[in-house]
């Protein structure tokens, strides 16, 4: 059984470049949330799934982020024109429903970014 | 709005003793989920317990074990005969219970360094 996955680990990238995360989850789960971590924060809700469906939002997810789950399976986080304030650990994670109560959520390692 | 609060940001206890990490949290909702989670110098959050706001029973779990006070809105977390591998940044998290809801707010974690 293995966990959630996420790829890449660490990206570099300057700023005002695009950069595209993806993320994996265990197999069985239909739900899938992407976090933002800060150093010496916790967690932050950005957005989530439900199959292929974005069913919330942070307002912290701006414009120029983008998250997609087209088949309902691994979802990519997208940002564009990337501003040092992006960095950050992106984490992802995903979990089960059933007779309608959510689980605990499984967190993949992330994907930590640096914008120079 | 969900609030959770950490109010140890760093804790240091010496091997095999025993440690208690506090976890106050604020909420409209009368039904809620109540979490937490260890995240080890290698950057992935384990879930490490889930509670449902309507049941207050403590629980152990080996070393651990977790007291629910619904009576002062605190879940606080103790870790007994502490070892070096308990060293961490641990986070308490709350949902609501009701459907739809997914999000996670943590708190800004502690940070627990077990000296040997």
């Known amino acids: 059984d293995t966990g959630v996955s996420q790829d890449p680990r660490h990206k570099i990238t300057k700023r005002g470049q695009n950069v595209t995360f993806r993320c994996d989850p265990i197999s069985e789960h239909n739900r899938l949330y992407w976090y933002r971590q800060t150093l010496g924060q916790g967690p932050e809700f950005l957005t989530y799934?439900?199959?292929?469906?974005?069913?919330?939002k942070s307002r912290l997810l701006s414009d120029r982020f983008s998250a997609e789950r087209p088949k309902g399976s691994f979802s990519t986080l997208e940002i564009q024109r990337t501003e040092q304030g992006d960095s950050a650990m992106y984490l992802c994670?995903?979990?089960?429903?059933?007779?309608?109560?959510?689980?605990?959520?499984?967190f993949g390692p992330g994907t930590r970014l640096t914008v120079t | 709005a969900q609030k959770v609060t950490q109010a140890q940001t760093e804790i240091s206890v010496v091997e095999k003793e025993d440690v208690t990490l506090d976890c106050v949290y604020e909420t409209r909702d009368t039904t809620y989920y109540l979490f937490w989670y260890k995240q080890p110098p290698s950057g992935e959050l384990v879930f490490l317990i889930r509670r449902n706001s309507f049941d207050e029973q403590n629980e152990i779990s080996g070393r651990y074990s977790w007291n629910f006070q619904k009576s002062t809105s605190s879940f606080n977390f103790t870790i007994t005969a502490s070892q070096v591998v308990d060293s961490a940044v641990y986070f308490c998290?709350?949902?609501?219970?009701?459907?739809?809801?997914?999000?996670?707010?943590f708190g800004t974690g502690t940070r627990l360094t077990i000296i040997p």
């Open positions: 998290a709350l949902r609501p219970y009701n459907f739809g809801n997914e999000k996670l707010t």
């Open positions: 994670a995903s979990s089960s429903r059933r007779g309608g109560i959510s689980y605990e959520q499984y």
């Open positions: 799934f439900q199959n292929e469906a974005q069913l919330e």
